[in-house]
């Protein structure tokens, strides 16, 4: 059993200046960069480039550029980076924006940094990135302190501190940056550093959203959609998912992805959401990659692939997306997509265990429940299972009640099964209410009920109209599968 993360990413890892303005006019360079270069040509070429004049834009820049300019540099590796007049050349404009920092322009020491954080145009480096991040921010480059933020609230390359990630969050904010607006937000949805506070996430997004900051506006949605912090407004929450979808906004995409896969506020339409996760995906959001792999997995809105849906998993994996691993680790324990190698699918689990991830843990208990890919051993699968549960994970609970009804680990205990499988039943786990039904059939740590036995059949076929067991139980109790 898999089920879906219910919370899109909150943070971007690096976002990109946006076009070479910022080497406009008013941003004279002094010194031997301006004495070796014509300001005049790197004034015009800013002029051509805002006018979509992207060939001539290209020639006077890389015309500075070769002049020794800082700016002409800088410019060039963002054409380079984008496409501007250019075929994308990425390792190019690495190379264009090494030349610019290593000479102190700090955007594009903070862009360079994304590129060795993403591996793109270089190896991927992530101390080189969080070291670029810092000479950016020191140069008080905004997006700079608001991307070396992440890497203190991650705990990829430091020692992970909220506080310190807090702190440069909040320097990169009040200075207009509006990644560090939303990631402090980001911080305040998740409750990491600070106590959870919607209504102070939601002041946070909006203000970075009143920026055009699609990313914060796709947070914003969130809100709306799930009413916290702010009175639901479902609408309201589908358009600003289709704007930022329609900006390039991967998180955008996710989100009006997620609205289609579950019909929420729109038909449900697997297929759309499918095509909506791939755009976010291939825009660099994992979760949405996950997401798209479950599709794949189950034959969802695509065609069944489980060699595609493992590449997916890999993919979010690698990204330290929690759900993905543990999704990747069922596919290596069933021998779908790759061989069945139940080593593999321990480590997976207990990475998304360790990650927080409560299936990865209730999944890690069924290998030491069965023996397979560690030692057998019933007393850890029961504190696993019970640390899903307690993390509301209705596959943990419902394992647990399995424990609990048979005596595996534990003692026999049917009041304790009963109580187990309500909690997961009511968290629409369909085995769950199939077994609470047999309990309550056979008055196993219930008093016995025919009728509640019944209404428990019926929500499991519900939940899962294949259940055979549960469509055969109630023929034989002389009920019809719906009342």
């Not at 937000?185 to 970075?208: C, F, M």
């Amino acid at each position: 059993m898999i089920r879906r993360l219910g919370f899109a990413v909150l943070l971007a890892l690096g976002l990109l200046t946006s076009h070479p303005a910022l080497a406009d006019k008013s941003d004279k360079k002094t010194g031997k960069n301006a004495a070796q270069s014509t300001q005049a040509d790197l004034d015009a070429g800013v002029d051509a480039f805002n006018a979509k004049d992207y060939s001539e834009a290209l020639r006077l820049f890389t015309q500075t550029c070769e002049a020794g300019d800082t700016l002409g540099c800088a410019n060039l590796g963002i054409m380079y980076s984008r496409g501007y007049g250019v075929p994308v050349d990425k390792a190019r404009a690495a190379t264009l924006y090494r030349r610019a920092c290593d000479d102190g322009d700090g955007i594009s020491c903070s862009n360079l940094g994304t590129f060795y954080e993403r591996g793109t145009g270089v190896e991927r480096d992530l101390p080189a990135a969080a070291k670029l991040y810092a000479q950016a921010c020191d140069g008080s480059v905004l997006l700079g302190c608001a991307n070396l933020g992440v890497f203190y609230e991650e705990g990829t390359v430091f020692p992970r501190d909220y506080a310190r990630a807090f702190s440069l969050y909040s320097a990169a904010c009040e200075g207009g940056e509006t990644l560090g607006c939303n990631n402090l937000g980001a911080l305040y949805d998740r409750g990491k550093g600070v106590p959870v506070n919607d209504a102070r996430a939601v002041e946070l997004y909006t203000q970075a959203c009143g920026k055009d900051d699609q990313l914060a506006c796709a947070n914003l949605a969130l809100h709306y959609s799930n009413g916290t912090g702010v009175v639901q407004d479902k609408p309201r929450a589908l358009k600003m998912f289709d704007a930022a979808c329609n900006a390039g906004e991967p998180i955008g995409c996710y989100g009006l992805g997620k609205a289609y896969s579950h019909g929420d506020g729109v038909t449900k339409d697997k297929t759309r959401a499918a095509a909506l996760y791939s755009m976010a995906c291939d825009g660099g959001d994992m979760v949405a990659c996950s997401d798209l792999g479950l599709l794949h997995q189950n034959g969802t809105g695509v065609r069944q692939d489980y060699a595609k849906a493992l590449s997916l998993y890999t993919m979010a994996c690698d990204a330290r997306i929690a759900l993905g691993c543990s999704n990747l680790g069922t596919l290596y324990a069933d021998g779908k997509g790759t061989a069945k190698d139940d080593a593999r699918a321990v480590k997976f689990y207990r990475q998304a265990c360790d990650m927080g991830e409560p299936l990865g843990c209730s999944n890690l208990g069924l290998q030491y429940q069965y023996g397979a890919g560690v030692p057998k051993d019933l007393a850890e699968a029961v504190r696993l299972q019970q640390q899903a549960c307690d993390a509301k994970e209705p596959l943990g609970c419902y394992n647990l009640g399995v424990h609990a009804e048979n005596g595996l680990g534990i003692p026999r205990n049917y009041g304790r099964a009963a109580n187990l499988y309500r909690q997961a039943c009511d968290m629409d786990d369909s085995w769950a209410c199939f077994n609470l039904a047999v309990l309550y059939y056979k008055g196993r740590g219930v008093k016995a009920d025919r009728d509640q036995a019944i209404a428990l059949f019926r929500k499991a076929l519900v939940l899962d109209p294949t259940m055979d067991d549960a469509r055969k139980a109630l023929v034989a109790l002389g009920a019809k599968p719906q009342g």
